[in-house]
């Protein structure tokens, strides 16, 4: 069974661009999430959508937003970048919503530059 | 609030023997806690996971130790191998926040033949 693939894994951008990276989960998975992983901050919880709904957010600006499509793919999309947005972000999935046997699972993660 | 802490950033460890790698966490509420394991250049990567039910858990070459007194979770390699080298975070969540993980900050191993 394939994992968690994202795409591109690797984008550069300039300040006050937008971008939207695409997360595709293991086959069967219901549930995904996001998170942003900076040297800083470490690993952040961004949002997490589940049967087309976001479910969870973290503690990110509006500019940060996500979908999920009915195959359960999954798009996030940020809005006017800033220099501090550059991170590894990474998605994740899961079969359920916060079932008690459940594992996440990640992807490569997409490394974000914004110039 | 709620966080995930690591006693140690950087562990070196000897070919062959065994690595300890401690989290605290402060969230009492946390049922579910996770260790993954980190290469550079890849997303994190599933080793073990714990429910709060249970004190010990053990997989290949890992066992996972909690201790809900103190709020404390480990993970132990046997037999520490150069592919061990990686960056490895503990992870804890609560039901009643979906599958939302909070990370500690991760503790470096690093293996020397």
């Known amino acids: 069974k394939a994992g968690v693939t994202q795409t591109p894994r690797y984008l550069i951008k300039t300040r006050g661009q937008q971008v939207t990276l695409s997360c595709s989960p293991i086959s069967g998975h219901r549930s995904v999430s996001w998170y942003q992983q900076t040297p800083g901050q470490g690993l952040q919880f961004l949002f997490e959508y589940f049967s087309e709904t976001q479910r969870n957010k973290g503690n990110f600006p509006g500019r940060f937003s996500g979908r999920q499509f009915s195959n359960s793919r999954s798009e996030m999309n940020v809005s006017t970048l800033e220099l501090g947005d550059s991170a590894l972000y990474l998605c994740?999935?899961?079969?359920?919503?916060?079932?008690?046997?459940?594992?996440?699972?990640f992807g490569p993660g997409t490394r974000l530059t914004v110039l | 609030g709620e966080s995930v802490g690591l006693h140690l950033p950087t562990l070196s460890v000897q070919e062959g023997d065994n690595s300890i790698i401690n989290c605290a966490y402060s969230?009492?509420?946390?049922?579910?806690f996770i260790w993954y394991k980190q290469e550079s250049g890849k997303g994190p990567q599933f080793i073990i996971d714990?429910?709060?039910?249970?004190d010990k858990r053990q997989g290949q070459r890992v066992t996972v130790l909690l201790n809900k007194t103190v709020k404390h979770l480990s993970l132990q390699i046997a037999a520490t191998q150069p592919g061990d080298s990686a960056v490895y975070f503990c992870?804890?969540?609560?039901?009643?926040?979906?599958?939302?993980?909070?990370f500690g900050g991760g503790t470096r191993v690093l293996v020397k033949p």
């Open positions: 969230n009492s509420a946390s049922d579910y």
């Open positions: 992870a804890e969540r609560r039901k009643a926040a979906g599958n939302k993980l909070t």
């Open positions: 994740a999935s899961s079969l359920e919503l916060a079932s008690s046997t459940d594992t996440q699972y």
């Open positions: 714990i429910r709060s039910n249970m």
